[in-house]
C-alpha cells in the first residue's frame, strides 16, 4: 500500500466520522432546540394575544392550547415516528369504542363556548400551527 492510498483512506475515514458525528449527534438537537423555539414564539404570540384583550387567561380554550404547546415542549425530544405508532396502536388496543381523545372533546366544547366568531378562528388558527409543527417534527426530525 503506497502513501497515496493509506491518506485517501484516513481521510475518507475522517470525513465519514465527521459526517457521522454532525447526522447522528449534533443535528437531531438543532433540530429539537429549533422545533422547540418555534413552538416558544408560537406560543409567545398566544399569550400576547389573550393580553391584548381577545380571550381571557382563564378561558378553558386558552388555558389547553397553552398545556398543549408546554407538552410539546417538554416532550420535544420524545416526539417521533415510532412514539406517535405506538401511541395509536396501544390507544386502540385499550380503547377500541372510544373515536375521540379527552383532550380533543374538551378542545372542541372549550371552542364552542367561544361566542366571538373572530376569537374562535384565530384560536383554531393556533392550533393549527401548533399540528403543522408537531408534523414537521415528526416528518423531518430525523427521530424513528
Not at 393580553?51 to 420535544?76: D, E, K, T, V, W
Not at 372549550?110 to 417534527?137: C, I, W
Amino acid at each position: 500500500m503506497d502513501v497515496t492510498a493509506l491518506s485517501t483512506i484516513v481521510q475518507t475515514t475522517i470525513g465519514l466520522l465527521v459526517f457521522g458525528l454532525i447526522c447522528f449527534w449534533l443535528w437531531p438537537g438543532v433540530r429539537v432546540d429549533s422545533f422547540r423555539q418555534n413552538l416558544f414564539a408560537l406560543r409567545d404570540d398566544l399569550f400576547d394575544y389573550a393580553a391584548s384583550g381577545q380571550i381571557s387567561f382563564q378561558h378553558p380554550a386558552y388555558r389547553l392550547l397553552r398545556q398543549s404547546m408546554n407538552g410539546f415542549i417538554r416532550y420535544a425530544h420524545r416526539i417521533g415516528v415510532f412514539q406517535i405508532v405506538m401511541t395509536v396502536l396501544i390507544r386502540r388496543v385499550t380503547h377500541p369504542a372510544k373515536q375521540k381523545y379527552d383532550w380533543t372533546r374538551k378542545w372542541e366544547q372549550a371552542l364552542e363556548s367561544v361566542k366571538d366568531r373572530e376569537v374562535r378562528t384565530r384560536l383554531e388558527e393556533f392550533h393549527s400551527r401548533v399540528g403543522l409543527m408537531v408534523a414537521e417534527r415528526v416528518v423531518l426530525g430525523l427521530r424513528f
